[in-house]
Every structure is written in C-alpha cells, then in structure tokens.
C-alpha cells in the first residue's frame, strides 16, 4: 500500500504556469538533451520542505524505441531520476547552495504501477534531510491521481 500523498494535489493549481520552467530548471541542474528528466516546478514551500516538479513524458522519449516495444514502459531507472533531479533542484536552486549536487543513493524505492506516454509525472518531494555537504528526500511520482513510485533518494555536494 503506498504511503499518504505528501501534500493534498487539490490545493494546487496543477495547469498553473510553472514557477520554474524547463529552461529555467537547466540553469540549475547540469542535465541536458536526453537526461534532462524535470520539465517544471509547479509549488514549493521552503519551510516546510515541500516540493511539487512534473515530467511531461511523450511519444518522442529516448527510451521508447526499445523499452518493451509496442508497449512503452518508462523504465523505473528514469523514475529514480526524476527524483534526482527534484532533489538537486530543490537544495542548490530553494536551499540556496552552490556547487553540483551528485547523485549518491538510494535508500529504497518502490514501483506501484506503469508509466505510459503520454502522461504528466507529477514528482512530490519532501527534503527529510540536510546536512553540511548530504541531503536526502522522499518522492512520490503520481500519474491520474495514482502512486506509481515512491523512493528515499540522496545526494551530496561534491
């Protein structure tokens, strides 16, 4: 059974002009063309840590070709990096820290149902961890108000 959503999704204007585009994302976190895996911050509440990022994920992803033809899944490793780089956007761009924040674990993570294009990824985050240099967040992907992952990712200031 997947864990209560970390905010109520009803509260937010979810076809609100992001607060932080898939441009502005880029002058932030270093991923680009192919892996560049967050297309916009629509909320976020520094206080409390909260963040809301989607994934527009369409017909023309890199994976498609080959990731169960006919039937394209998004495979669970971009999921994970959805989170990733919600996690990084939320600690240099929200928390204010420079420098490259590196990918370093996963604490766990679960997959509750497919992804399928096309599809708006909505990535739920809670920042549960900062410390000088680590910083470790649970995330919540939701696809029509169903949990299709959640996972405990961190990452660190390298």
Known sequence: MPSPLLFDLSRIDLKAKPVF???AIL???PQN???QQLNGILWFDKDKRLILGFKDVTEHEFWIRGHIPGRPLMPGVIMIECAAQLLSFFVR???GV???IGFTGIESAKFRAAVQPPARLYLLGHLTAVRS???SAFIQGVVNDTVVFETNVSGMKV
């Open 98 to 100: 420079e420098g490259f």
């Open 133 to 135: 240099r680590a910083y």
């Open 27 to 29: 002058k932030v976190n």
């Open 21 to 23: 585009d898939k441009e």
């Open 33 to 35: 063309f192919e892996m």
């Open 93 to 95: 761009h929200i928390l």
